[in-house]
């Protein structure tokens, strides 16, 4: 009767509370739950937040600017899972994955898709602007 716990705040309400502590709140463009994390896009970064992030001030939330972005994989679910994968270095280890469930997927394969397409235009406009400093350089 009066012994039952208050309820616990759902994932959403922590992930929401933490976008908004990160500034991120009124930037998102798109998102995608996984299996223990979400990956939210803004203009500026790819962030992935683990669930419980809140607990982890240092690796909860992990923002990547796009064009340290290198590639964006899909591994097409199995069993009931897929799996995308960040390429953010040269090295296998700098990845990160995320584990979506295949009712998700959908919603995974739009996220890639933007994300490729924000990693290509950083990586032009990034390209441009390296161009132009050294043509300025005497």
Not at 5 to 32: F, N, Q, Y
Not at 45 to 56: D, K, L, N, T
Request: no cysteine; charged share 25%; aromatic share 6%.
């Amino acid at each position: 009767m009066g012994d039952e716990s208050p309820p616990r705040p759902t994932s959403m309400d922590l992930e929401t509370s933490i976008l908004a502590m990160a500034g991120l709140g009124k930037d998102i463009l798109d998102h995608v739950s996984g299996l223990g994390a979400t990956l939210v896009i803004t203009r500026k970064h790819a962030v992935v937040i683990r669930e419980g992030a809140h607990f982890r001030p240092r690796s909860g939330v992990r923002a990547y600017a796009y064009d340290a972005v290198r590639d964006v994989q899909l591994s097409a679910p199995r069993h009931g899972n897929g799996r995308m994968v960040l390429r953010t270095g040269p090295y296998p280890w700098q990845a990160v994955s995320l584990f979506v469930d295949a009712q998700q997927w959908p919603a995974a394969e739009r996220v890639a898709g933007q994300i490729r397409v924000h990693a290509a235009r950083a990586r032009r406009t990034g390209k441009r602007d390296q161009r132009s400093a050294s043509e300025r350089q005497p």
